[in-house]
């Protein structure tokens, strides 16, 4: 008998459809602006990219929230927008403002990216993660992630973040074809990284698509649907066990139908899903993660407490993994990044 089996962390045994005793605990954008401690090593580094690509820097800020809370899961420390960076488009981040690339807004834009040289450039990412694994517990888990094809594409041709991603949607309307060229470099793209990322040492990768909820019907089939889907069968194909969860924001009623997406392991629910209905909708199909308003947290008190219990409530009978429902606000106070784990961890 094997008597040195390696426990299986918590996340990884709901992704594999177990219940566990309690819900494991992560939270999206767990690393950044709101520990003081990210804040002075970010304060050492040129450039946020620069940062990103510093696997010294990068494993530093993936196992901060580790120490500091005991999360069950880390999140290597990168960015959805290194990969337009490795196709060779122009990204950087300005305090205060977010990201800011070149904009394409034409087919010689989008044939000047360069799709085949490009991963070299994310050497930096596999060794932080190879380090991060080497550092953290057998109990903690790696995830590793990125952009869905829509979410990412949108920033390339905007050149920037949007409050509706319209020049993306408009962009795609009046040039299918060639939006449908960038989609499928992005999702090429998107496999290799994933790929890579899973043979580097992470345990789970999440695939965010924080745009999703933007897109009419049609358009959400074409943009958000096949891609993932696409994205999901060829790392299952390399990787067959591989665990994946998939972050379509703002999807709603096509939740059912993406929980059903063949090799997928687990979905996140934004803020805007009701925990009780999709208890019954998608839960019943997939493990689910999620969904804490990232607001609830910041305010805390006991309506941090109620909205926390109603989310256990209806989420905790079948595998489930506790999230917020989108990423972390920088102004949010660390004790009620405390008061969420105590009540979660019981
Ligand atoms: O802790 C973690 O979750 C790991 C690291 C991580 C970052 N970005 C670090 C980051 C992850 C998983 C992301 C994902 C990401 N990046 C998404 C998808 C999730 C979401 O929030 O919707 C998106 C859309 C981006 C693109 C992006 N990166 C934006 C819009 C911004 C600026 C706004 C913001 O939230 O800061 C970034 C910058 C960024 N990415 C920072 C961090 C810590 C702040 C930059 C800094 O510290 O100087």
Not at 50 to 58: D, N, S, V
Not at 80 to 100: C, H, N, W
Request: glycine share 8%; net charge neutral.
């Amino acid at each position: 008998m094997d008597t040195d089996k390696k426990p299986t962390p918590d996340i990884l045994q709901v992704l594999q459809g177990k219940q566990t005793r309690r819900p494991p605990i992560w939270l999206m954008r767990q690393a950044g602006r709101y520990l003081p401690e990210y804040r002075e090593i970010r304060s050492t580094a040129p450039s946020f990219l620069e940062f990103c690509y510093t696997p010294r820097l990068a494993v530093e800020a993936t196992l901060q929230p580790i120490r500091r809370f005991g999360f069950d899961a880390a999140i290597l420390f990168s960015d959805i927008l290194v990969i337009p960076d490795a196709l060779g488009q122009k990204v950087s981040f300005e305090t205060g403002e977010g990201p800011r690339l070149n904009p394409i807004d034409s087919i010689q834009g989008i044939q000047a990216l360069d799709a085949n040289v490009s991963l070299d450039r994310l050497g930096p990412v596999y060794e932080t993660i190879e380090r991060v694994r080497a550092k953290l517990s057998d109990e903690t888990a790696l995830l590793g992630f990125c952009g869905a094809p829509w979410t990412v594409a949108s920033y390339m041709i905007a050149g920037k973040g949007t409050p509706d991603q319209a020049p993306a949607r408009l962009f795609a309307y009046k040039h299918p074809d060639i939006f449908e060229a960038l989609i499928d470099i992005i999702t090429e793209a998107s496999i290799k990284y994933l790929i890579a990322q899973l043979k580097a040492g992470v345990d789970a990768v999440q695939i965010f698509d924080s745009w999703a909820g933007v897109l009419p019907a049609g358009e959400f089939e074409s943009w958000c649907y096949k891609p993932v889907e696409k994205i999901v069968a060829e790392v299952r194909k390399a990787i067959p066990n591989a665990p994946i969860i998939a972050f379509p924001r703002g999807s709603g009623v096509h939740l059912p139908k993406i929980a059903k997406i063949e090799g997928l392991s687990g979905i996140g629910l934004d803020t805007s899903v009701d925990p009780a209905w999709a208890s019954k909708e998608v839960q019943s199909i997939l493990p689910v993660q999620g969904n804490l308003d990232p607001l609830a947290l910041l305010a805390g008190g006991k309506r941090l407490d109620q909205s926390i219990d109603y989310i256990i409530k209806n989420l905790s009978q079948a595998p489930f993994i506790f999230n917020l429902g989108h990423g972390i606000l920088p102004p949010t106070p660390i004790e009620n990044v405390v008061q969420l784990i105590k009540r979660v961890k019981g």
